[in-house]
Every structure is written in structure tokens, then in C-alpha cells.
């Protein structure tokens, strides 16, 4: 698809602040301009901070899209900073990218036959300030996996299941493993888009 | 994205009848093999004639979906030919493709501020014979728009609006136009795939 512009009048810069590419494409596709800032943050630590505290896996989300966010926005205070973070949950239980494809077989064992949830953040900040905050959830349903099967999804789907905190790409291979999904899709891809274009309507990055 | 694939073991041939870029794709990405022979069935006087019949847009859908398949399958007896067809319902009113940019605008302002369903049928044949068909609708809240940014739009989007009943892309700039989206990704984007993929994993033609 050729990627076509349709832009606002706003003249501060937007960053999103996530070196996720298919968050970058998301906005791309939608035709916003934005420049890419990707911000590190200890997401273990606050992990487990977070779980020792009790917090719901949409407080753990927000609250490490908003510190990406505050980490970049520190560095450009004049610009609007888009951070935005997901969290598997799977029986109360939170997952993290697979390291490697023995990790990510696991986590597909794991995975299959349940439904899990996948709860993403978007925040906007400017000057380290908070503007603005949308937390939303999908519930996927896996259909069963043979040993065998996952074995060839891992052989075809190569590295990119390391970048999916799921294992898998709604939108490649990751579809032979599902039966049932309800919710956004953009929320399953990563970011809540349609409140966030609503905000950034609201700032005229994009036209009314 | 690189393109993978994850077939099985299925030795008859797979057909799409259906000419739709967005629904070949849908299924290359998840990793099937298999052919295209776009079938042209006269839609106008089929839809004539099944609203002069009262039926609904899931039995347009369905319909429209089997007669295409029925046309390729004709030509091809030992195929599995998958037939696909969606229908866009608003206030009980059935839409039509745009033919121009300026049937694109009246269609954008008639769906405006308001929900619609997208209807989106899929059906397998082989040698004439139904084996399969499944329907699935998705509704998707319009925003207010004016007829300035609908300008902008249709600027920005070009021809692609006029390859889609509802003159957008969700997966491009259409996400401007949308408030909130309740249903299946793969429904609104125009064929269900998740049971499609049930179906064509239960004849071998991707791995169990």
C-alpha cells in the first residue's frame, strides 16, 4: 500500500517514544508524521516492583508507556512524546518477550488451547507533563498446538516471533494459531490508535 | 514483512475466486499457497433480486460469495475454490462500491456520525458442491466529519477509496475516520479468516 500523508496544522514535533516498528507503521499508516525516539527503561524492575504492589496488568502498561514517555520528553520538552507499552496476561500471570525460540516454544505450550489477554497503553506527554492516558484489552483464544506444529510455526515464522511478547504476528503466520479474537486490532498490534488520533485531532496533528 | 509459509499436506489445488488485493494477501501472510481466478458475477441484479426477496445482507453476502466460487469451481472440478463477498449495511440500506471520488464524498457523508456493519461472507466448493460457508459482521462507529476534512481525504487517499465499499482502509488512512470498531479484523478487511483457516487446516492444506 502506498503510504499517503494527511496531516494538521500543529507545529510542535511528535515523538513516539517505542522502537516497535509495527507501532511506528501504525502512525505511518495513518498518515501522521513523527519522528522515533526508542527509550529504555527497566521494564524488570518495574515488573516486579509493580507485582509486589498489587497492580493490575493495566496499571503495569501505563505506567511503563508513561515512563518511555517521561525519558524521552526529559531530552525534548517541546514536543508531544507517544509512549505506549503492552503486557500479556495469561491466567493473572504476565509474560515477557521470549529470549530465544526455546523460550518461545515454551510460551506457546503454555498459550495454546486457553484465551489470554493483551492489554495496551498509550500516554502523551509534553514537558514531562501528562496530557493524556487510554488503557484497552483483547481477549485472544489459541486454539490446541501439537508439539510438531509448533515446531514448524517456529521454523517458518524465524526471529520475528522474538519481537511479540505473544510469540506471534495477528497479521503473518501467528494467524494458524488462532480460533477466536475479540477486541481492537490495533490493541492486539500493540496501541490503542483510535483514541490516540482522537487526542492528537484534538492538538491539530491531524485535520478535524 | 517477509512472506513465510506454513502449508500442509493437501494435494488438491486451492482457489481464491475473488480479485481483491486485501483478501489474497490475507491469506499469503498466513502462509498458504494457492491461486487467483477472479469470478464476475452481475451483483446489481442479484442484489435486486434477493432485496425484492427480503433477504438480509448475511444471505446477500453468503450468496454473492457461492456464486462466485460456483463460476471458478465450474472450470476447475478437482479445486478447492474459496468464494468471499462483503456488504456494507447501513439503516438497513445495502452500499455499493464507489464508482467516482464524487459518489465516494455522498457515501462519506451518508455514513458520517453514524454505525454500520460490515458483512463478510466466505464459502469453499469443490466440484460445484458446497462443502462450507461461514458469515461474520463487524460494526464500525463513523465520526462526525466535515466536508472539508472528507476533501482532504479523499485527496490523500486517492483511487484506494474507490476499491472499498466503504471508501476507506482501516489499515491505512481509514483510521482517521473512525471513532471505535467492535468485530474481527480479518471481517472488516472482508473475508472471516479464522474459520476459513479451521476449515482448510481440516483438509490438509495448513498443518494441524
Redesign the interface.
Known amino acids: 500500500?502506498?503510504v499517503?500523508?494527511?496531516r494538521g496544522g500543529a507545529s510542535a514535533r511528535l515523538i513516539l517514544a517505542s522502537g516497535s516498528a509495527t507501532r511506528a507503521d501504525?502512525l505511518t499508516?495513518?498518515?501522521l508524521a513523527f519522528d522515533v525516539a526508542p527509550a529504555a527503561v527497566d521494564e524488570d524492575s518495574i515488573k516486579a516492583s509493580l507485582k509486589a504492589d498489587g497492580a493490575t496488568a493495566h496499571q503495569l502498561a501505563d505506567t511503563l508507556a508513561e515512563l518511555k514517555a517521561a525519558r524521552i520528553s526529559a531530552q525534548n520538552p517541546g514536543a508531544f512524546v507517544v509512549g505506549a507499552d503492552q503486557v500479556l496476561v495469561l491466567d493473572q500471570q504476565w509474560f515477557d518477550k521470549p529470549a530465544d525460540r526455546d523460550e518461545a516454544g515454551r510460551n506457546l505450550q503454555s498459550l495454546a488451547g486457553k484465551s489470554h489477554q493483551l492489554v495496551s497503553a498509550a500516554v502523551v506527554l509534553r514537558g514531562g507533563e501528562r496530557l493524556w492516558g487510554h488503557t484497552d484489552h483483547a481477549t485472544l483464544l489459541m486454539r490446541a498446538l501439537?508439539e510438531?506444529?509448533i515446531d514448524?510455526?517456529l521454523d517458518?515464522?524465524?526471529d520475528?516471533v522474538l519481537d511479540s511478547v505473544g510469540c506471534y504476528?495477528?497479521?503473518?503466520?501467528g494467524?494458524?494459531l488462532?480460533?477466536?479474537?475479540d477486541g481492537?486490532?490495533?490493541t492486539?498490534l500493540g496501541m490503542p490508535?483510535?483514541p490516540l488520533?482522537?487526542f492528537l485531532?484534538g492538538h491539530d496533528f491531524?485535520?478535524?
Chains 1, 2 share one sequence.
Open positions: 500500500m502506498p499517503a500523508m494527511l501504525m499508516r495513518a498518515g501439537s510438531e506444529f514448524h510455526y517458518a515464522a524465524g520475528a504476528q495477528l497479521e503473518g503466520l494467524a494458524q488462532f480460533q477466536r479474537v481492537d486490532y490495533f492486539i490508535l483510535f488520533l482522537d485531532r491531524i485535520p478535524a
